[in-house]
C-alpha cells in the first residue's frame, strides 16, 4: 500500500511510523511535497513526494545547482539592464529606479506564488522557461526603447508620470513573473534530491551576487 517515495524518512519493518503515515497521505491526496524543509508539516521527519501524478526531476544535482545559480545571476544581470534602459528612456528620471524596483519585486512574488501553486514541474517545464525568460529580456529592451513612439513622447519632452509608471509596469513584468517561477521550479525540483530550500536560496543568491559584480 505504498503511496509515495520517501526521502531522508523513518520507516519500520511493517510500513511507516503512524505519526509520519498521516503526512504521507496529506502528500498524497494533495499531490504537494510536505514534511522536513516543506512549509507544509514541516516537523515532519521524513519529506514525502506523492508516488502518482507527479513527475520527479530526472536532471542530476549538478543540473539543479547551475539552473539555481544562472537564476540568480540572469535576473541580477537583466534587472540593471532594463533599469539603465528606463532610465535612457525617461532622460534620466531617477525616480524610475525606486519604482521600477518596486514593480520588479512585486511581479517576483506573484511569480513565485504561480510556481508554487504547481503540483510539481517537469524538467522540460523548466527548460521551457528558461528559454521563454531568454527571449523575454531582448524583447522588453526593444519595447523600451521603442515606448517614446509607441506612446506619441514628443523629442526632448518628459513623458507624462502616468506614461512612465504603464511602460515601466509593461517592460518589467514578463521578467519579474518569470523569475519568480522560475526560481520556484527549479527549488522544488533540487529539494527532491534531498536538498533544503535554504541552500537553493544560498545558491541563487551567489548567482545574484555574481551578477551585480558583473553589472557594475
Known amino acids: 500500500d505504498t503511496l509515495l517515495e520517501c526521502r531522508s524518512g523513518l520507516f519500520l519493518s511493517h510500513g511507516l511510523l503512524p505519526n509520519e503515515r498521516a503526512v504521507a497521505q496529506w502528500a498524497y491526496e494533495h499531490k504537494k511535497m ?3 524543509g516543506r512549509d507544509t508539516l514541516p516537523a515532519s521527519q521524513g519529506l514525502y513526494l506523492p508516488g502518482s501524478g507527479v513527475q520527479r526531476g530526472r536532471l542530476p544535482i549538478i543540473s539543479m545547482i547551475i539552473s539555481l545559480f544562472s537564476i540568480g ?5 537583466g534587472q540593471v539592464v532594463l533599469l539603465r534602459e528606463l532610465n535612457v528612456s525617461f532622460y534620466g528620471v531617477e525616480l524610475i529606479y525606486l519604482l521600477a524596483l518596486g514593480i520588479w519585486l512585486f511581479f517576483t ?3 513565485a506564488l504561480v510556481g508554487r501553486r504547481t503540483h510539481f514541474p517537469s ?14 529580456l531582448p524583447l522588453d529592451i526593444v519595447f523600451i526603447r521603442s515606448s517614446r513612439l509607441l ?6 519632452a518628459y513623458l507624462t508620470f502616468l506614461q512612465q509608471f504603464t511602460i515601466a509596469v509593461i517592460s ?5 513573473l518569470l523569475s519568480g517561477i522560475l526560481f520556484q521550479f527549479t527549488a522544488k525540483l533540487y529539494v527532491s534530491k534531498g ?9 541563487e543568491s551567489l548567482g545574484g551576487l555574481v551578477g551585480g559584480l558583473a553589472a557594475t
Open 34 to 36: 510536505a514534511g522536513k
Open 73 to 77: 545571476l540572469i535576473s541580477i544581470l
Open 109 to 111: 512574488a506573484i511569480g
Open 123 to 136: 524538467d522540460k517545464a523548466l527548460a521551457l522557461l528558461f528559454i521563454v525568460f531568454g527571449i523575454t
Open 151 to 156: 506612446f506619441g513622447g514628443v523629442p526632448g
Open 172 to 176: 518589467l513584468m514578463p521578467a519579474g
Open 195 to 203: 536538498r533544503t530550500v535554504a541552500i537553493a536560496y544560498a545558491i
